[in-house]
């Protein structure tokens, strides 16, 4: 089989493609250059598009011996991953661009090329399995696990992805890259948005979208706390950072309750507020008929709660059996049987 190995220039997309050469497969390594003014050198776990991490993924190719290329995709991964994350916060949506770059870049621009250029699949390091007939289901790694992020892929995008790690713990992978005398061995993992280097989202925000002061009001009295530069800093769940003029009456914490970009209204109040037991995903990926018992999942490192979901046309509507909490629209939802993903999409709406 002729594969594509996407190399990230990190330990476990360098494993993959080592794994995908034992298989016995023609492989071809490529980086994916993401970042148009990419920096020079890689801060701490940020990121994952630095010319350094290029020259890891290059080096990494020449030891497993496999042709190399870097792929110009900037352009790309600007228009319909950041672009989408500047707009979905400005509209008051919380996103993943990890979600979102899985489905446009890596299994749709990356897979599209990839199959046009003859090649059968594309490899890369996801802690996911696969089963043959095109099951994706959780790593055997859980604190690992990458399958959320991988939940709203379509099947004939899994159909041509393959995942040699879903079998592995993040140490067994360690070992086997330093075995392999993979300089990557210990390189840190990658924890924040790739393109926030600063890793301060607000602050990135500010800087494309600008100034637009509002006020921070109380959810249970109208009462104004507090002003703010701009609505697109906060998020669902938040409570540090709020400036408040002073403390509840009560005496406890105040949270983020509510982003209203239209008034650049900021909602607080309890945390009991914040818990959520019914929710409306849209864009979804759910091949399934009638009423459907599952797990629920929220958040990439989130846990995963009892529900009851049900297509509705183009939506899927989610009955927890327990409350989520600090949960946003705009955040992707997947749902599972037992380790076997099922599908997912975005929330669109919560309801307490």
Aim: net charge negative; charged share 25%.
């Amino acid at each position: 089989m002729k594969v594509l190995a996407a190399m990230s220039g990190g330990v476990d997309s360098a494993v993959a493609a080592a794994r995908a050469v034992d298989a016995g497969h023609d492989v071809t390594g490529v980086h994916l250059a993401l970042a148009r003014t990419p920096a020079s050198d890689r801060v701490g776990s940020r990121g994952c598009c630095t010319l350094e991490d290029a020259r890891d993924a290059r080096r990494a190719a020449d030891v497993l011996g496999i042709p190399f290329y870097v792929w110009d995709l900037a352009d790309r991964f600007e228009s319909e991953v950041i672009d989408q994350f500047v707009a979905d916060y400005s509209a008051g949506r919380t996103p993943n661009p990890c979600v979102s770059c899985n489905e446009r870049i890596k299994f749709a621009a990356v897979l599209d090329r990839a199959l046009a250029l003859g090649f059968d699949a594309v490899v890369t390091g996801h802690h996911a399995r696969l089963d043959p007939d095109g099951t994706l289901r959780r790593s055997v790694d859980l604190a690992k696990d990458q399958s959320y992020v991988l939940g709203t892929l379509r099947p004939e995008q899994l159909a041509a992805a393959r995942f040699p790690l879903g079998d592995s713990t993040k140490e067994q992978v360690r070992a086997e890259a330093a075995r392999r005398g993979l300089g990557v061995a210990d390189k840190p993992d990658s924890h924040d948005i790739c393109f926030v280097a600063s890793g301060d989202t607000g602050a990135w925000l500010r800087e494309r979208l600008g100034p637009r002061p509002g006020p921070i009001v109380d959810a249970g009295t109208g009462e104004t706390l507090g002003e703010h530069d701009g609505a697109y800093a906060f998020t669902v769940g938040q409570r540090r950072g709020l400036r408040l003029g002073r403390p509840a009456p009560d005496g406890r914490p105040r949270y983020v309750l509510e982003l209203s970009p239209v008034t650049s209204t900021v909602t607080v109040g309890p945390a009991e507020a914040l818990d959520m037991r019914s929710l409306v995903a849209e864009r979804i990926v759910w091949p399934h008929e009638g009423s459907v018992s599952c797990t629920a999942q929220v958040r990439a490192h989130g846990g995963v709660v009892p529900a009851m979901v049900t297509a509705r046309g183009d939506e899927l509507d989610a009955r927890l059996a327990e409350p989520v909490r600090g949960t946003a629209a705009g955040q992707a939802v997947v749902f599972y049987d037992g380790d076997r993903v099922l599908g997912g999409g975005r929330i669109r709406s919560l309801a307490g």
